[in-house]
């Protein structure tokens, strides 16, 4: 990228918190934030173990016209997003609000809206469907809500591509403010898989744990006993503006988003390629983007699939790239916590990275037992370590080898 | 319950306002931001609730409630 991004702002949705003291505050802790799922009968379901956030209507802001109309996950990005803005302290009455972007990465949508229609359709007939269901079960409908909300009116996108859409989404977002298209941009995701189809259908995908009597420690990322990740739910939501604009405002600076790297596997529609070499692509791009040598990156924030071949492909492109160099680097995969968020994963992987930046604390890779012999990394088992860290880089893969590395630093 | 007060506690129970929110003479646009997507939900809830038959677009959010009231009668 031309210039760096400043990340003025952050709001987070979590099943950690919802504030983010308290997400940081339980990230260190090292705990785990899955729990079995209550709020339906999963009993049936193979994988019937999430990250959840209880505490939403808690938190909120919205009343009770607005929330009838919206799907939860809409929900939890309009509570991220409010977060986010107060956080960097725009000031809405003077913003120019045609100059602000807003940018989010959604995978599923919001089912739990679209089934409870569905079901009521085909009960009561067409008279008996919410007119609500045709504008807010699709995934952009949450970026609609917010710019709605806010009245925004800069130029806004929602990207859906699985486990990378909150990264692409983040990338987008600054590169519309390098090119001067927005002023400000409130970018990142948010996704709610917590619901009978949703789930459903995340477990004929495939890649859950199906943990679910030890479900504190079903999300065991290069650990030699994993079986797949944990579904998770939430947001997170950043505020993306100029550092001279950020400095001009006397802005806090969290960090900066540096360069991108992407790359797509193309060999299957789910699988990824069993070689290494378009991720490898992305991790080579995202360095060269930023600028930085192999041996500048202080840590990796890990995709962190927790499946057999997910995670020695990640060890295995790493090791290639890096080489003696990667015993150097931190690594970790802090989703281990709280679940997988799918769509906006990245995002939270982001505010995760961005807070143990200025905590100088590298968050851990929780429930880690015995090391893979073919995963020959060091991923921060179990306890946070004290480090440093002014540049990272964070990894996303989705479905098919949807890859997307992003290089943040702290100064 | 006369015509008026049923429209006037459909219209407030459908949108989530309280009575004395709602302008009897101002548009439902123009008093409280209804949009198009709340007056079908509006539609529905009058047709079930009083047992008529209101088609698409015979009430938009440029009716005030008085304007609403009157349509209503005309079809009961």
Redesign the interface.
């Known amino acids: 990228m031309k210039e760096r991004i400043a990340i003025t702002g952050i709001g987070v949705v979590s099943p950690a918190g919802l504030k983010k003291e308290t997400f940081w505050a339980n990230l260190k802790a090292g705990r785990s934030f899955v729990d079995e799922i209550k709020r339906f009968d999963a009993s049936l379901y193979p994988s019937r173990i999430a990250g959840q956030v209880h505490e939403l209507d808690t938190y909120s802001h919205l009343?009770?016209?607005l929330l009838?109309?919206i799907d939860v996950f809409s929900h939890m990005a309009l509570v991220a997003s409010n977060e986010a803005i107060k956080d960097a302290h725009l000031d809405l009455e003077k913003v120019d609000k045609e100059r602000v972007g807003v940018f989010m990465g959604n995978a599923l949508g919001g089912w739990l809206f679209a089934e409870t229609e569905l079901r009521d359709m085909y009960m009561e007939g067409r008279?008996g469907v919410?007119?609500?269901m045709?504008?807010a079960w699709f995934p952009a409908a949450s970026q609609g809500q917010v710019t709605i909300y806010y009245g925004f009116k800069g130029y806004s996108k929602t990207i859906v591509a699985d486990k990378a859409s909150s990264a692409l989404a983040l990338w987008y977002a600054a590169k519309t403010i390098i090119q001067d298209k927005n002023e400000f941009a409130l970018a990142g995701g948010m996704e709610a898989p917590i619901t009978p189809y949703a789930l459903l259908c995340a477990n004929t995908r495939g890649g859950l744990s199906k943990n679910n009597l030890n479900f504190k420690k079903a999300y065991r990322p290069f650990d030699l006993y994993r079986d797949g990740f944990v579904l998770g739910e939430g947001s997170g939501m950043v505020i993306l503006e100029r550092e001279d604009d950020a400095i001009k405002r006397k802005s806090h600076i969290y960090g900066f988003i540096k360069g991108v790297g992407f790359s797509c596997d193309g060999v299957h529609r789910i699988r990824y390629s069993l070689n290494t070499e378009a991720l490898e692509f992305a991790i080579n791009e995202c360095l060269k983007e930023c600028e930085w040598e192999k041996e500048e990156v202080d840590y990796i924030c890990l995709d962190g699939e927790a499946t057999i071949l997910g995670d020695i492909l990640e060890a295995k492109a790493l090791n290639s790239i890096f080489g003696d160099k990667l015993k150097e680097i931190s690594l970790s995969a802090p989703k281990s916590m709280l679940g997988n968020l799918l769509g906006a994963q990245t995002s939270l992987d982001l505010i995760a990275t961005l807070l143990s930046m200025q905590n100088s604390l590298v968050l851990p890779t929780i429930n880690f037992q015995e090391k893979d012999p073919h995963c020959d990394i060091d991923c921060t088992p179990n306890y946070p370590r004290e480090r440093k860290i002014k540049k990272a880089l964070i990894l996303a893969r989705g479905r098919g080898g949807i890859n997307v590395v992003l290089g943040v630093e702290k100064e | 319950m006369g015509i008026k007060e049923d429209v006037l506690g459909i219209i407030c129970k459908t949108?989530?306002?309280k009575e004395e929110e709602v302008a009897p003479d101002k548009t439902l646009y123009d008093s409280l931001g209804v949009d198009s997507?709340?007056m079908?939900?509006l539609r529905?809830a009058i047709n079930?609730s009083l047992e008529i038959n209101l088609e698409g677009n015979e009430i938009t959010n440029r009716h005030s409630p008085n304007q609403i009231i009157e349509i209503v009668a005309q079809k009961k």
Do not use: G
Request: hydrophobic share 25%; glycine share 0%; no cysteine.
């Open positions: 009343s009770s016209r009838k109309k008279e919410s007119p609500y045709a504008s | 949108l989530d306002v997507t709340e079908v939900e529905v079930k």
